[in-house]
C-alpha cells in the first residue's frame, strides 16, 4: 500500500476517530472503506450517465458530426 498525508478539519478528524473506535478498527481502515465506497459511487454515475445519454440520436435525422459543424457554423 503506497501511504499518504492528508489534512482535514478538525470537526471530521474527531468525528472518524470516534467512528472508528465504535467500529473497533483503525481510522485508516475506515478511510479506505470510506473512499472504496466514494469510488464505487463515482464510478457507477458515470454509468448510469452513458446508460441514460445512449441512443439520443437514434430520432434525430442528421449525422451527429453534420449536426455539429452546422452548430459551429452559426458562432
Sequence with gaps: MIRTLISLPREIKVWLDDYSKKKNKPTAETIREAL????????SEKVDSLEATA?????KKIDANEYVDKLR???
Design 55 to 59: 441512443g439520443i440520436w437514434k430520432e
Design 36 to 43: 472504496k465506497q466514494y469510488k464505487e459511487k463515482v464510478e
Design 73 to 75: 457554423s452559426e458562432w
